[in-house]
């Protein structure tokens, strides 16, 4: 490990000591392998809204191989309908008609739970776990759809690590385990511009492709930087205490964590093996 990158790996660890929850962080540069920093990376965390990332991935997927037609156009129903995030569940059933690439994008752009739930129903839970099984994730699992009552979240809950998040990333970015297809569809969605500590964790001048998600006591991220040197990055955030109301300390040392890696990658990225700035 070059010295760069153990102070940037202290400084990571000093910024989750300082706030009371668990956090998490894994990124890897895709270029220069087993260039990593990392923080709780193998640690279990609930994954919120970017277990749609690998939702998209099946879509995309069934989509190429002509399982599915995504110009299809399919009409809103009355129990599609689910709270949380997304503007589907204010809209009228029956006379709002989307095409099935439309409820994919506001599953990722918006985050729309209902929309969520009407890919999850068409791709099939399965098929994305046996996505996600053949990029080589043991933990990150699709177990239930978004905002489904009744469901007892000690036993029933969607589960992944920082380090496994980032897998799916690497993947799009490289083709890898994904049809260049499939990723270049995927990445157009995740490139579109939406709120995330990933995005307000580096510069304005620097491209992201990202999912954040939320929910009581969880924030998360993860995504690709495009900066010099493209890497990948994933922050998560559990237990996040009662007094942190709009988990606003949370998400400001998950900018943190971010952008000390940030600097580290675009450090490492602009200069010569000598440490002399290009």
Known sequence: MSILREKTQRLVEDIAE????????????????????????????PTASIIKVPVLLEFYRQAEEGVLDPSDARALREEDKVGGSGVLQHLTAGSTVLTLEDYARLM???????????????V?????????????????????????????????????????????????????????GVCEKSLAALRLHKPGVIRD????????????????????????????KPYAVTVMAKSIPVWDRGALEAKEALRELVSAAHDYYVNVGTATRHGRRR
């Open 201 to 228: 964790g580096v510069p304005g001048d620097w491209g992201v492709a990202d999912k954040s998600g939320w929910m009581g006591g969880v924030e998360c991220d993860t995504g690709i930087v495009y900066a010099a």
């Open 124 to 180: 099939g839970v399965e098929n994305v776990n046996r996505l996600l099984q053949g990029l080589g994730l043991q933990v990150t699992r699709l177990v239930r759809k978004m905002m489904i009552k009744g469901l007892d979240p000690d036993k029933v809950e969607n589960l992944s690590t920082p380090r496994e998040l980032t897998g799916p990333m690497e993947a799009i970015h490289q083709s890898e385990g994904l049809s260049p």
């Open 18 to 45: 300082e706030y009371p929850a668990v956090l998490g962080l894994h990124s890897v540069s895709l270029s220069d392998v087993g260039d990593e920093l990392s923080l709780n990376a193998d640690e279990a965390f």
């Open 108 to 122: 990722i752009n918006l985050s729309d739970n209902t929309a969520t739930n009407v890919v999850i129903d068409l």
